[in-house]
């Protein structure tokens, strides 16, 4: 394999020190134009291209982020991914992109690799086993080490860093209002993400929209599905009270197995059992029918995620509070929810 052409080869070549080499390439006026025209073309004819790493490192930017995402094939994350990636790519930077598969152990690891290797700072989504742990030592002592760090959807009050965050309660509570208003009596929430934050959130806001319409909070009908139950088993459980008309499931994938699991049981849809849930997925659009959908906007969290991140990276020596800005939800009316 021929070796790639450096500024030290060439400097050797024409028997000249590497700072002219790399002056003459800038076009530099303290370089002759003879000698400049001489070095650009043998550069040219030896296929030479500058080591933007080594030239980053030398100004101590890398202009590289590590990017910890707890599960590639959840649909709001693929979607935060993109918007990063989208401002990244315009502030010329570039992803080391890493996934903890929701373990805690996978996450410190990951971490230690990232801070010791040439990045210039880290954007985050907790991993499920973390939250459950609730110990972020790791990312505390990342931040003690002076690496700039952006935590999105998944964050803890332990850590002093910026933050992006969906307003879940929120969300929850629009959406079980929507299913209130549309006529439904008794709506039942179903959980497979009872251990995370943002899932605690959306209960709350499903309890706040039931207060709010004098409706009595029974915890029979707040579902939560662990990992090793089988869900169809404890839905039909559920669903053999035929007085529940209506659904918010908090996790996408569970909106869908609902969907399969009800049109088997003949439900009408939505005229006798209408369902709501969380992420806007494409998946959703074009089941039949329709579900209804609290969406994130992941891109735009992934992008505000982003631009957080590479402002304190250049602006470093202009210090400034930690903010943690919060993304307000969108509910989309598909097939799934009666109209009202």
């Known amino acids: 394999m021929k070796k790639r052409i ?17 002056k003459a390439l800038k076009d530099s006026h303290e370089i002759s134009p003879n000698t400049k025209s001489k070095i650009k073309e043998y550069a040219k004819l030896h296929h ?9 490192l030398l100004n101590k930017n890398t202009k590289t982020i590590g ?21 990244a790519s315009q ?11 929701e373990s805690y152990e996978k996450e410190v690891k990951t971490i230690d690799l990232l801070k010791h290797g040439h990045l210039d700072g880290i954007i985050i989504s907790l991993a499920e086993e973390t939250q459950v742990k609730q110990n972020v030592t790791h990312l505390k002592n990342t931040l003690n080490e002076g690496v700039p760090m952006v935590m999105f959807d998944r964050v803890s009050d ?6 992006v965050i969906v307003n879940d309660l929120e969300g929850a ?12 009596k008794k709506v039942a929430l179903v959980s497979v993400i009872d251990n995370l934050s943002v ?20 915890e029979r009908l ?7 139950e089988d869900f169809d088993t404890v839905m039909k459980i559920i669903l053999a009270d035929k007085s529940i008309d209506g659904l918010l499931c908090l996790e996408e994938s569970a909106a869908v197995n609902v969907l399969h699991l009800v049109k088997r049981m003949t439900y009408k849809i939505p005229e006798e059992l209408s369902i709501a849930c969380f992420t806007n997925g494409k998946l959703l659009q074009h089941l039949s029918p329709s579900i209804s959908a609290i969406s994130q906007h992941g891109k735009y969290i992934g992008e505000t995620a982003a631009k957080m991140l590479i402002d304190r990276i250049e602006n470093e020596d202009l210090p400034k509070p930690c903010e943690t800005k919060i993304i307000k939800t969108s509910l989309i009316e598909r097939e799934s929810t009666k109209q009202f």
Request: proline content about 3%.
């Open 67 to 87: 990017v910890v995402i707890p599960n590639i094939m959840n649909t709001f994350f693929a979607k935060v991914f993109m918007g990063i990636e989208h401002i």
């Open 173 to 184: 509570y629009h959406a079980t209002c929507h299913l209130i208003k549309s006529g439904c």
């Open 48 to 56: 030479y291209k500058p080591n933007v790493t080594a030239l980053n």
């Open 6 to 22: 450096t500024l030290k080869d060439i400097a050797k070549n024409f028997n000249v020190s590497i700072a002219t080499v790399s």
């Open 222 to 228: 707040i579902v939560r599905i662990g990992h090793h």
């Open 199 to 218: 899932g605690k959130l959306r209960v709350e806001g499903y309890k706040k929209a039931l207060t709010t319409f004098n409706i009595p909070i029974e």
């Open 158 to 163: 332990e850590l002093e860093c910026d933050k």
């Open 91 to 101: 502030k010329g930077y570039q992803l080391v992109s890493c996934i903890s598969n």
